[in-house]
C-alpha cells in the first residue's frame, strides 16, 4: 500500500511540474487586450474570406463591363506587309497601290510579275446597331453584379457575427480560466486544513491523497483551459486578419448582454442573401429570353479606311469601304433550340434554388427562435443550481473546518460548484450567441 501511494505522490509532484512550465511558458507569451469593435473593424479590413468575396464582386463587375461590346464600337489598327509573286495578287496590289501603268498590262508582265510588295494599313470600325440577344444578355450581367454585391455584402455579415461569436468564446475561456483558478485556491485551502488534520491523527493518510489527487485534476483542467486560450485567440486573429505571435484578451468580461427579444420576429425577404437568390432567377430569366431573341436579325454598320504603298509604313494610296450588315441566323443545326431548353431548365432550377433557399431560412428562423427560448430557460436553470451548489459548498466548508464532514464530501461539493459555475458562463455564452444570430437572421 506503502508503494502505491508513492508512486501516486510521483505521478502528482511530477503533472505539477509541467503544469508549472506549461504556465510560465503562457506569461512568457504575450497579451494583447482587443474590444469586439475593434476586432470587428480588423475583420472588415483583413479578413481573407471577405477579401476573396470582394474580388468575385470585382469579377463579375469585369463580365458586366465585357457585356458593354454589344453598345460600343469595336475598333481596330492594324498594319500588314505581303510579298508575292502571284499574278493575280501582284496585280491588285498595284491597284491597291494605285500604280498600275500601261506596261503593266503587258501580257509577260501579268503573267510573270516577279516579286510585289505591298504594306496595308487598316483603320476598321464596327458598331453593333440591333443586337436583342446581347441586350438581354447584358441586362442579366448587370443582375449577377447586382447579385454578387449583395453576396459580399452578407458575407460580411457572417464574418461580423463570427468574429462576435469567436471573442464570446475567447471570454468564455478566460472566465474558465478564473473559475479554475479559484477552483485551485479552494483545493489548496482545503488541502492545508487535511493536513492539519492528518497531522493531528484526526483522518487517514487516504483521506489526505483524495485531496491532492483532486487539487492536481483541477491543475491538469487549468492546463487544458490555458490551452483552449490559445486556441480560441489564434483562431480570433485569423478572422481578423493579424499575426498569432501574441494572445488576444477581450477588454471585457463574459456577461449576459439582456434577457428580452421578441420572439415574433418573422424572416425578411428583403435580406441581402436572399434578394441576391432573386436577382439571381431575374438573371436567369434574361438569359432564357437572349436565347430566343437569338433568332431575331442583327445589324451591324462597318467601315474601314486604308493606306497601300510599297514601301514600309508608306501612305501613297488610300480608299475607304462602309456600309450596313444584316444578318440572320435561320437554323444553326438545332444548337439556338437546344440553347433554349437549356436555359429553361436553368430557369427552373433557380426558381427551385430560391424556393428552397428560402424555405431552408425559415425553418433556420424558427429554429433558433425555439433554441432561444430554450437556453434562455436553461440559463435560468444553471443560475439556480449555480446558487445552490455555492451554498451548499459554504456549508459544508464550514462543517468540514469543524470537522464534522468527512473529506470525500467535501471534494464533491466542490467539484459540483465548479461544474456549476463553468455550465452556468457556458449558459450565458450559448444565450447571447443564440440572440446574436437570431438578429443575423432577421437583418
Same mark, same amino acid.
Given at each position: 500500500?506503502?508503494?502505491?501511494?508513492?508512486?501516486?505522490?510521483?505521478?502528482?509532484?511530477?503533472?505539477?511540474?509541467?503544469? @508549472?512550465?506549461?504556465?510560465?511558458?503562457?506569461?512568457?507569451?504575450?497579451?494583447? #487586450?482587443?474590444?469586439?469593435?475593434?476586432?470587428?473593424?480588423?475583420?472588415?479590413?483583413?479578413?481573407?474570406?471577405?477579401?476573396?468575396?470582394?474580388?468575385?464582386?470585382?469579377?463579375?463587375?469585369?463580365?458586366? =463591363?465585357?457585356?458593354?461590346?454589344?453598345?460600343?464600337?469595336?475598333?481596330?489598327?492594324?498594319?500588314?506587309?505581303?510579298?508575292?509573286?502571284?499574278?493575280?495578287?501582284?496585280?491588285?496590289?498595284?491597284?491597291?497601290?494605285?500604280?498600275?501603268?500601261?506596261?503593266?498590262?503587258?501580257?509577260?508582265?501579268?503573267?510573270?510579275?516577279?516579286?510585289?510588295?505591298?504594306?496595308?494599313?487598316?483603320?476598321?470600325?464596327?458598331?453593333?446597331?440591333?443586337?436583342?440577344?446581347?441586350?438581354?444578355?447584358?441586362?442579366?450581367?448587370?443582375?449577377?453584379?447586382?447579385?454578387?454585391? @449583395?453576396?459580399? *455584402?452578407?458575407?460580411?455579415?457572417?464574418? =461580423?457575427?463570427?468574429?462576435?461569436?469567436?471573442?464570446?468564446?475567447?471570454?468564455?475561456?478566460?472566465?474558465?480560466?478564473?473559475?479554475?483558478?479559484?477552483?485551485?485556491?479552494?483545493?489548496?485551502?482545503?488541502?492545508?486544513?487535511?493536513?492539519?488534520?492528518?497531522?493531528?491523527?484526526?483522518?487517514?493518510?487516504?483521506?489526505?491523497?483524495?485531496?491532492?489527487?483532486?487539487?492536481?485534476?483541477?491543475?491538469?483542467?487549468?492546463?487544458?483551459?490555458?490551452?483552449?486560450?490559445?486556441?480560441?485567440? #489564434?483562431?480570433?486573429?485569423?478572422?481578423?486578419?493579424? #499575426?498569432?505571435?501574441?494572445?488576444?484578451?477581450?477588454?471585457?468580461?463574459?456577461?449576459?448582454?439582456?434577457?428580452?427579444?421578441?420572439?415574433?420576429?418573422?424572416?425578411?425577404?428583403?435580406?441581402?442573401?436572399?434578394?441576391?437568390?432573386?436577382?439571381?432567377?431575374?438573371? +436567369? #430569366?434574361?438569359?432564357?429570353?437572349?436565347?430566343?431573341?437569338?433568332?431575331?436579325?442583327?445589324?451591324?454598320?462597318?467601315?474601314?479606311? *486604308?493606306?497601300?504603298?510599297? =514601301?514600309?509604313?508608306?501612305?501613297?494610296?488610300?480608299?475607304?469601304?462602309?456600309?450596313?450588315?444584316?444578318?440572320?441566323?435561320?437554323?444553326?443545326?438545332?444548337?439556338?433550340?437546344?440553347?433554349?431548353?437549356?436555359?429553361?431548365?436553368?430557369?427552373?432550377?433557380?426558381?427551385?434554388?430560391?424556393?428552397?433557399?428560402?424555405?431552408?431560412?425559415?425553418?433556420?428562423?424558427?429554429?433558433?427562435?425555439? +433554441?432561444?427560448?430554450?437556453?434562455?430557460?436553461?440559463?435560468?436553470?444553471?443560475?439556480?443550481?449555480?446558487?445552490?451548489?455555492?451554498?451548499?459548498?459554504?456549508?459544508?466548508?464550514?462543517?468540514? *473546518?469543524?470537522? @464534522?464532514?468527512?473529506?470525500?464530501?467535501?471534494?464533491?461539493?466542490?467539484?459540483?460548484?465548479?461544474?456549476?459555475?463553468?455550465?452556468?458562463?457556458?449558459?450565458?455564452?450559448?444565450?447571447?450567441?443564440?440572440?446574436?444570430?437570431?438578429?443575423?437572421?432577421?437583418?
Amino acid at each position: 500500500m506503502t508503494i502505491y501511494l508513492s508512486s501516486i505522490f510521483q505521478k502528482v509532484i511530477g503533472s505539477t511540474f509541467l503544469l @508549472l512550465c506549461f504556465t510560465m511558458n503562457l506569461v512568457a507569451q504575450s497579451t494583447i #487586450e482587443i474590444s469586439l469593435s475593434e476586432a470587428k473593424s480588423k475583420a472588415q479590413e483583413n479578413n481573407i474570406k471577405l477579401k476573396i468575396s470582394h474580388q468575385e464582386y470585382a469579377i463579375a463587375k469585369a463580365n458586366f =463591363e465585357q457585356s458593354r461590346a454589344v453598345i460600343l464600337p469595336n475598333l481596330n489598327l492594324s498594319n500588314t506587309s505581303s510579298f508575292t509573286n502571284n499574278p493575280l495578287y501582284a496585280f491588285g496590289f498595284k491597284l491597291l497601290q494605285q500604280s498600275v501603268t500601261v506596261p503593266d498590262f503587258n501580257p509577260n508582265v501579268l503573267n510573270n510579275p516577279g516579286q510585289v510588295e505591298n504594306f496595308n494599313t487598316r483603320i476598321e470600325l464596327l458598331q453593333p446597331l440591333i443586337n436583342i440577344d446581347g441586350w438581354k444578355e447584358r441586362k442579366a450581367a448587370g443582375y449577377q453584379l447586382e447579385a454578387a454585391n @449583395l453576396q459580399t *455584402e452578407r458575407i460580411s455579415d457572417f464574418i =461580423e457575427l463570427e468574429v462576435t461569436k469567436t471573442y464570446m468564446q475567447l471570454q468564455l475561456a478566460y472566465k474558465a480560466v478564473n473559475v479554475i483558478n479559484k477552483a485551485i485556491e479552494t483545493a489548496a485551502e482545503n488541502r492545508n486544513m487535511t493536513k492539519n488534520s492528518l497531522d493531528q491523527g484526526m483522518i487517514q493518510n487516504a483521506d489526505y491523497l483524495n485531496v491532492e489527487i483532486r487539487l492536481n485534476e483541477i491543475e491538469n483542467q487549468l492546463q487544458f483551459a490555458k490551452s483552449n486560450v490559445n486556441n480560441v485567440s #489564434e483562431y480570433l486573429s485569423f478572422l481578423i486578419g493579424q #499575426e498569432t505571435g501574441s494572445n488576444l484578451k477581450p477588454e471585457t468580461e463574459l456577461r449576459l448582454e439582456g434577457l428580452d427579444f421578441d420572439i415574433s420576429l418573422n424572416l425578411n425577404i428583403e435580406r441581402n442573401d436572399i434578394k441576391a437568390v432573386q436577382f439571381g432567377v431575374i438573371a +436567369q #430569366e434574361q438569359m432564357l429570353k437572349a436565347s430566343k431573341m437569338s433568332f431575331i436579325p442583327r445589324a451591324n454598320a462597318f467601315a474601314n479606311y *486604308e493606306w497601300n504603298d510599297d =514601301e514600309i509604313f508608306g501612305f501613297g494610296s488610300t480608299n475607304y469601304l462602309f456600309g450596313l450588315q444584316l444578318s440572320w441566323d435561320i437554323f444553326k443545326g438545332y444548337k439556338n433550340i437546344g440553347k433554349i431548353h437549356q436555359e429553361k431548365a436553368q430557369l427552373e432550377k433557380a426558381h427551385l434554388d430560391k424556393n428552397n433557399y428560402i424555405a431552408q431560412s425559415e425553418l433556420e428562423l424558427n429554429k433558433t427562435k425555439r +433554441q432561444l427560448t430554450d437556453v434562455k430557460n436553461n440559463l435560468n436553470l444553471t443560475k439556480l443550481a449555480m446558487d445552490q451548489s455555492k451554498e451548499a459548498l459554504r456549508i459544508k466548508t464550514n462543517r468540514f *473546518e469543524q470537522g @464534522l464532514e468527512k473529506t470525500s464530501d467535501i471534494l464533491y461539493v466542490e467539484t459540483q460548484y465548479q461544474e456549476k459555475e463553468l455550465a452556468y458562463y457556458q449558459a450565458i455564452f450559448n444565450f447571447n450567441y443564440t440572440l446574436a444570430y437570431l438578429n443575423f437572421l432577421t437583418k
